[in-house]
């Protein structure tokens, strides 16, 4: 039975493919800043644990409790909404933290055990935002654009030691917690100056007939971490898929 750790689960697509990965026989290890059992099932195949990617401890000691895993899924992550120039700095280096450096230190952390094993496998979760530019979301389309090359820089890394990297692409899902779980930290971004844009490009939103859902998102995890045909990127969700191909 493999085991796969999964970042961010306390909600969305975390949570999501917590539950996709336990039905199909896997061993997981659910991680979240502050662990909570609400939504995930008992089962003597699941452990939840604490776990805050931008602090170096608390990955260190969440890795030793889980012990040896196969799969590492980086989901967690922070969304924003907001004009480049009202976006404080501090909320720039915070998106930063979570979405860039807190992927990059999780990779860190795992790659001596999947060395020593010479095997594993390390999934990272962008955005549908690094396939085609999207306004309002400059801040937040940097920190994944830049997992992205980090992702096929470290697959070539890290190939002699047969260990995988691949990239999961979720579309935008409303049902999410991308806004829900920042809206304090999006307070202020949207100005006088940009909020007719802004309501032009909300509407336009709405007029979106095929949203990505969570299950969507688990699916592609899925897929990623049992491919054999070396496939590097898996766009999640109807919108997804269609960007990757326009």
């Known amino acids: 039975m493999k085991t796969v750790l999964i970042t961010g689960c306390s909600s969305g697509y975390g949570r999501e493919t917590a539950l996709y990965f336990l039905a199909k026989g896997w061993k997981v290890i ?42 590492l899924v980086n989901n967690a992550g922070i969304g924003l909404f907001g004009a480049c120039e009202a976006t404080p700095m501090t909320t720039v280096r915070e998106v930063f933290e979570t979405n860039t450096f807190g992927m990059i230190a999780m990779a860190q952390a795992v790659i001596p055990q999947f060395r020593a094993q010479k095997s594993g496998l390390i999934i990272n979760l962008t955005s549908s935002a690094v396939l085609m530019p999207m306004p309002l979301v400059a801040v937040y389309t940097a920190s994944k654009t830049a997992i992205e090359g980090f992702s096929s820089s470290l697959a070539l890394e890290l190939k002699p030691f047969g260990i995988e990297v691949k990239l999961v692409q979720p579309g935008y899902g409303p049902t999410t917690n991308f806004t829900s779980n920042g809206t304090e930290r999006m307070q202020g971004l949207i100005t006088a100056d940009y909020a007719d844009y802004a309501h032009s490009v909300f509407a336009a939103f709405t007029q979106v007939q095929q949203f990505t859902k969570e299950l969507d998102v688990a699916e592609a995890v899925f897929r990623a971490a049992t491919d054999q045909s070396g496939q590097q990127r898996f766009p999640a969700g109807a919108d997804a898929m269609a960007l990757s191909m326009a």
């Open 30 to 71: 659910a991680t979240m800043r502050t662990p909570c059992t609400a939504g995930l099932p008992q089962s003597e195949h699941l452990k939840v644990l604490a776990l805050d990617v931008t602090q170096a401890e608390s990955i260190k000691a969440a890795l030793e409790e889980a012990g040896p895993i196969d799969v």
